[in-house]
């Protein structure tokens, strides 16, 4: 999935990296609530938090810190190594703005199978949502 965005790659960059200010800007849905960092180092790789959805919670780790290129995270499924999704993000600046690409992978074996299965639809509306949130603040900020 991918979005342009009317804002300077090192602002999406910023953004996308800030855990702590996930709240402020995408907003609580049916699969995110609130992001809980470990400790109060800036966030960057190996960089530990707990992402509460509305009944499940995942743990996870940015995988990857390369400002402002590329940022990824893993996330374990309630804390678990039965699921794992991970999220790339690769921006590459273009004349007036940013193009976001976000990619996941899903991995998970027994019964987790069923359960990603039985979400991907889920997943997929929210990854949509969080780009559309993302753009729509950093564009609204902008104008400002």
Excluded: K
Aim: charged fraction near 35%; proline fraction near 3%; include cysteine.
């Amino acid at each position: 999935m991918e979005v342009d965005v009317a804002a300077d790659r090192a602002a999406v960059f910023e953004l996308l990296s800030d855990l702590r200010g996930y709240g402020d800007w995408l907003g609580a849905s049916a699969s995110f609530r609130t992001v809980d960092v470990d400790g109060d180092a800036p966030v960057g790789a190996g960089t530990r938090y707990r992402d509460v959805f509305q009944q499940r919670f995942a743990e996870g780790e940015v995988t990857r810190f390369e400002p402002p290129v590329r940022l990824a995270f893993r996330e374990a499924l309630g804390g678990r190594g039965d699921a794992t999704i991970t999220t790339c993000y690769r921006l590459e600046q273009l004349p007036g703005g940013t193009r976001v690409q976000r990619h996941y992978h899903f991995r998970a074996r027994g019964r987790a199978r069923y359960d990603l299965w039985r979400l991907r639809g889920e997943i997929r509306a929210e990854n949509r949502r969080i780009l559309s949130r993302l753009r729509d603040h950093l564009e609204r900020d902008r104008s400002r």
